[in-house]
C-alpha cells in the first residue's frame, strides 16, 4: 500500500538523532529537503490562486458584472470546500500516505488552471467559479500535509522549523533551512503583489481580458510543471525514521485504525479542544483580513490598488519572518505555550494599531503597520500545527491538523460575511474592531491551554531508554573483563595498559 524507498538513499551522516535505541535505527535523510520544497512549491501556487481575485476585487467585479460579495464567495470556497472533505481526506492520508495526497491535490490545482481560461468572457463568471472551486478542493489535499511531512521527514530539532516552512508555502509559506523557508507563505504574498501589476485596472474589456488571460496562462503551466515534478520526485517516506518519536509509531503493532475513535479522543482533549477554537479566530481573522483588504485599501486611498497589493505583500513578507524565526525558536527552546501565548498577545495589538491607523491618510503608516500585524498574525499559525501535533501525540498530525483547519475554515467564512457586511453599514474601522475582538477572546483562551508536550516526552524517554542500554553494555563488558568483583580494578590496569 505504501511504496517504499531504497535503502540505498543516502542519509546525512550527521544527522539529528542516530542510534539502536529502543526504536531502531534513526537518521534523517537528504531527501527531505527535495519534498519539502517541491510540496511547498505546490502549495504556493494553490494559495496564490485563492487569493489572486480577492487582490483585485474592483477590477473583477467590473470585468464579470458581479457584486462584491460575489468575488468574496471566490475567496470563501476555499473555505467552504473544505469542511466536508476534511474527513475524507484525512482518512486518505492516514490509510494511503503522502504520495497519493500529494498526486491528487497537485493535479486538482492544475486541472482547476487550466478550466479558469474558459472564463475570459464576462458572461463567463460560472466558468471561473467552478476553475476555483477545483482549486479549492486541492487544498483540502495540501492544508493537512504540512505537520505529516515534517513528522515523516524530519528529526525533533527540525521539525518545528520543517512544519513553518510547509505551513508558509501555503501562505507565502542555518543554513540551508532559512533559505528554504523563504519559498513558502510566498503564495499568498505573490496573490497581492502579481495580479494588480499583470492586470490593471484598464476600462476596455477586451484589453482587461487579455491581461486577465496572461495570469490565468501563467498560473496554469507553473501548476502543471509543479504536478509532473510531484509524480517524479515525490517520495512516501525515507528509508529510516528521522526521530525516535517516528520511530516508535512505525513500531506499533498494525492494527486497524480508528478514525472515528480518533477524533472523539481529540475532542475529549481540553487543551487540544482550546488551541482548535483559537487557532480558528486567529487564522480565521487572517483570512478575512486577506479577502477584504483590497476594498478596505481602495475606500481609504482611491486608484490604489498596485499598493493595496503591495501591502497584502508586506503583510505575508513580515508573516515569513516571523514564522522562522518563531520555528527556530521552538525547535531550541520547546515552550510552545509561551511562545503561542506571546504571539497571540502582539497579533491582537498589531490589528488594534492597524484599525486606527487605515484611516489617517498616510500609506507609508499602513506599510508599516501592517507589517507588525502580518509578523504576529501569520507567524502564528506554524505555532499552531507544532503545538497541536505536541498536545496529541502519538494520535494522527494529519488528523489533529485538520481538525485545527476546519475550525479555521469555518471562523474565516463567518468572520468575512460578517466584517463585509459591518465594513458596508458600519466602515472599515467598525469591521476591523469585530476582528479585534475575537482575537482578544483567542488570547484569553490561549492562557487557559496546559501545555502537555507529549511528544517531546516520547523523544525524551527514548533517549533515555536508548542511554540506559547502552550503560548496560558497558557495565556488563567490565564484569566479563573479570568477573571477580575483588580484583575489579585489574580490568582498568589491563585497557591502560593497551593504552
Avoid at 534513526?26 to 510540496?39: I, T
Avoid at 472564463?119 to 500535509?145: E, K, N
Avoid at 505573490?190 to 477586451?206: A, I, R, Y
Avoid at 499559525?381 to 476546519?406: D, H, I, K
Wanted: aromatic residues 12%; contains cysteine.
Amino acid at each position: 500500500m505504501v511504496r517504499q524507498e531504497s535503502l540505498q538513499e543516502p542519509a546525512e551522516p550527521g544527522g539529528d538523532e542516530r542510534g539502536p535505541g529502543v526504536a531502531g535505527e534513526v537518521r534523517v535523510s537528504r531527501r527531505r529537503w527535495v519534498v519539502l520544497l517541491l510540496f511547498s512549491s505546490y502549495s504556493l501556487c494553490n494559495a496564490f490562486q485563492w487569493i489572486q481575485y480577492g487582490s483585485i476585487s474592483n477590477v473583477f467585479m467590473r470585468f464579470y458584472g458581479v457584486s462584491a460579495f460575489a468575488i468574496d464567495w471566490l475567496s470563501m470556497s476555499y473555505m467552504l470546500t473544505y469542511i466536508p472533505l476534511l474527513f475524507p481526506v484525512a482518512w486518505l492520508l492516514d490509510r494511503r500516505g503522502l504520495r497519493l495526497i500529494a498526486l491528487t491535490g497537485s493535479a486538482l490545482n492544475a486541472l482547476g488552471a487550466w478550466v479558469k481560461l474558459g472564463s475570459l468572457r464576462p458572461p463567463l463568471f460560472p466558468v471561473t467559479v467552478l476553475g476555483q472551486v477545483i482549486c479549492s478542493l486541492a487544498q483540502v489535499f495540501i492544508l493537512g500535509m504540512p505537520s505529516c511531512i515534517a513528522s515523516v521527514w524530519f528529526g525533533s530539532r527540525e521539525v518545528s522549523t520543517a512544519c513553518s516552512i510547509a505551513v508558509f508555502g501555503n501562505q507565502s509559506r542555518v543554513t540551508s533551512l532559512q533559505s528554504k523557508l523563504k519559498i513558502l507563505k510566498l503564495g499568498i504574498a505573490l496573490g497581492f503583489l502579481v495580479p494588480p501589476v499583470l492586470v490593471p485596472n484598464v476600462e476596455n474589456v477586451e484589453k482587461l481580458a487579455y491581461h486577465i488571460s496572461i495570469m490565468f496562462f501563467m498560473t496554469a503551466g507553473v501548476a502543471t510543471a509543479l504536478f509532473i515534478l510531484v509524480v517524479i520526485v515525490f517520495k512516501e517516506k525515507p528509508p529510516y525514521p528521522p526521530s525516535q518519536a517516528q520511530a516508535l509509531i512505525q513500531l506499533r503493532p498494525a492494527v486497524e485504525y480508528s478514525y472515528v475513535q480518533s477524533i472523539l479522543r481529540l475532542l475529549r482533549n481540553t487543551s487540544f479542544v482550546l488551541l482548535m477554537v483559537t487557532y480558528g479566530l486567529n487564522t480565521g481573522c487572517f483570512y478575512s483580513l486577506s479577502t477584504l483588504l483590497n476594498r478596505m485599501v481602495i475606500h481609504h486611498y482611491p486608484g490604489e490598488e498596485v499598493n493595496a497589493g503591495r501591502i497584502g505583500l508586506t503583510l505575508v513578507l513580515s508573516g515569513m519572518a516571523g514564522a522562522l524565526i518563531s520555528g527556530l525558536w521552538l525547535d531550541r527552546t520547546k515552550t510552545y505555550k509561551q511562545t503561542t501565548l506571546v504571539v497571540y498577545i502582539m497579533s491582537l495589538v498589531g490589528m488594534i494599531v492597524y484599525t486606527f491607523t487605515l484611516s489617517l491618510g498616510h500609506l507609508w503608516v499602513v506599510f508599516v503597520t501592517a507589517g507588525v500585524l502580518g509578523f504576529f498574525m501569520t507567524g502564528y499559525l506554524p505555532l499552531g500545527f507544532e503545538f497541536a501535533a505536541e498536545l496529541t501525540y502519538p494520535e494522527s498530525e494529519g488528523t489533529s491538523s485538520g481538525l485545527l483547519n476546519v475550525s479555521a475554515q469555518i471562523f474565516g467564512i463567518a468572520f468575512t460575511i460578517s466584517q463585509g457586511q459591518i465594513m458596508d453599514r458600519y466602515g472599515t474601522k467598525a469591521g476591523n474592531l469585530f476582528l479585534c475582538s475575537f482575537l482578544l477572546l483567542g488570547t484569553i483562551m490561549t492562557a487557559f491551554i496546559k501545555a502537555d508536550l507529549r511528544r517531546q516526552q516520547a523523544n525524551v524517554e527514548s533517549e533515555r531508554t536508548r542511554l540506559q542500554g547502552s550503560s548496560q553494555i558497558t557495565d556488563y563488558g567490565l564484569v566479563a573483563c573479570n568477573p571477580n568483583p575483588i580484583n575489579s580494578h585489574s580490568c582498568s590496569l589491563a585497557h591502560t595498559q593497551r593504552k
